[in-house]
């Protein structure tokens, strides 16, 4: 189930997140806890709600995950950089997923899954998307600053297209060494870029 804080409650829509979580658990299987939701201020309540006060954040960072608990700015500062709040909450919720379920699952393809496995609202296409060129690069090479969500987004789509969204997950799931990997790895990205 899905816990929201007292602030949360008043501007996240609890039943979009449940069904979301509904979604994410027949995909990945049934989380050890609930997931909790919480609102902060600023990113340094956001860190200390997570207990990762000592971890760096860059600045553009609005919300964040860490052992099951969600945290991501008010509506006020979402909406100043363009961010939907359930959007945001169900993107974190994937993360929270992805992060129980598979070991050591490289970060474009946790951005990627978070990125395919959220309904996005019109209108509210990612402005990072829009500055980086049409160019793909294998996205093993990529961080957050060079185009990772773009490319990692397009990449699990088309993994999703082939192969199926239940298959990906279960193969997910096993995958022990994802860069040497036959469906993840280096050189079968390279063959879909
Ligand atoms: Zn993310």
């Not at 990612?126 to 969500?149: F, T, W």
Request: glycine share 4%; proline share 3%; charged share 20%.
């Amino acid at each position: 189930m899905v816990q929201l804080d007292f602030k949360a409650q008043r501007i996240v829509d609890a039943k979009q997140m449940n069904i979301q979580f509904d979604m994410l658990c027949k995909l990945f299987g049934q989380p050890k806890e609930d997931i909790y939701i919480y609102i902060c201020r600023s990113q340094y309540e956001l860190k200390k709600r997570l207990h990762i006060v000592n971890v760096l954040l860059p600045d553009w960072v609005v919300g964040a995950n860490h052992n099951g608990k969600i945290a991501i700015l008010n509506k006020k500062q979402l909406d100043a950089r363009g961010f939907h709040i359930n959007t945001l909450c169900a993107h974190e919720m994937v993360h929270v997923f992805v992060n129980q379920f598979v070991a050591n699952c490289p970060l474009w393809l946790n951005e990627g899954l978070a990125q395919n496995l959220v309904p996005e609202p019109k209108n509210t296409a990612n402005a990072r998307e829009q500055i980086i060129s049409q160019k793909l690069l294998n996205p093993y090479k990529l961080s957050y600053d060079s185009g990772l969500y773009y490319v990692s987004k397009i990449i699990v789509g088309k993994l999703f297209k082939i192969y199926g969204k239940t298959q990906i997950v279960t193969l997910l799931k096993k995958c022990t060494d994802f860069e040497d990997n036959n469906i993840f790895g280096y050189t079968a990205i390279e063959a879909l870029l």
